[in-house]
């Protein structure tokens, strides 16, 4: 299967900063990645699709100027938590789908906003 | 995409057979179940796919009804390790606008 990574795998913010958490496809060049969220103690929420070379698109009630994506290269997507407040603390989690179809995970970053 | 239904939790001895049951009574011809798994504060990890015939792989078994309205992911020999949140999900192909919907899961323990 597909190898995912993040950076960083934590990061500490204060609020009202922006946060830029990166997503790489390590052995497959990927033209669609996703995003999702974990809150504690509750599941994965898709937050976006991510085109290559094409702008995201965003589930319902998602802001889209808040949680900036960018997908400039086949291995690459990053996501921009804008002004982060404490309420955006969370577990995000970038996954890439492979020749296969099938979709594979990066291991996830904790955003902590104090 | 079709929604699945599973138990919250649920106990299994050290290694014994894990089997986890999904409903999916509303799934379509073209969707396929899907089994992922999230040990705590890690991303999910794939574990196996099928359509409509019984697959395998080295990780565990796919069981789906001839009807496709159920499946049962089996462990065969489970581990301590394999604690964790199965999640069963059912996706059309990617190129058909198909999206992984996370639910609730069912949260596996594994007891010695």
């Known amino acids: 299967g597909a190898v995912v990574s993040q950076h960083p795998s934590r990061v500490i913010c204060k609020s009202g900063t922006s946060v830029k958490i990166e997503c790489r496809s390590l052995d497959f060049q990927a033209t669609t990645m996703f995003w999702y969220r974990q809150f504690p103690k509750q599941s994965l929420m898709l937050m976006a699709t991510?085109?290559?070379?094409?702008?995201?698109?965003?589930e319902q009630g998602v802001e889209k100027d808040k949680f900036l994506i960018n997908h400039a290269s086949l291995t690459l997507s990053t996501l921009t938590v804008t002004s982060a407040h404490p309420e955006d603390s969370s577990f995000y989690i970038c996954?890439?789908?492979?020749?296969?179809?099938?979709?594979?995970f990066g291991p996830g970053t904790r955003l902590t906003v104090l | 995409d079709a929604k699945t239904t599973q138990p919250p939790s649920m106990d299994c001895a050290e290694g014994r057979a894990a089997n986890l049951p999904c409903n999916h009574s509303t799934i379509s011809g073209n969707e396929y179940v899907y089994w992922y798994r999230q040990i705590h504060s890690q991303g999910p990890q794939y574990i196996i796919h099928?359509?409509?015939n019984n697959e395998t792989n080295e990780m565990a078994s796919l069981i789906i009804t001839e009807d496709r309205k159920s499946s049962t992911l089996i462990l065969p020999h489970a581990t301590l390790r394999d604690t964790a949140v199965y999640y069963c999900?059912?996706?059309?192909?990617?190129?058909?606008?198909?999206?992984?919907?996370f639910g609730q899961g069912t949260e596996l323990s594994v007891k010695p």
């Open positions: 991510s085109n290559e070379g094409s702008k995201a698109t965003y």
């Open positions: 999900i059912v996706r059309v192909p990617y190129n058909q606008g198909g999206k992984l919907i």
């Open positions: 996954s890439v789908t492979s020749s296969t179809d099938t979709q594979y």
């Open positions: 099928g359509l409509k």
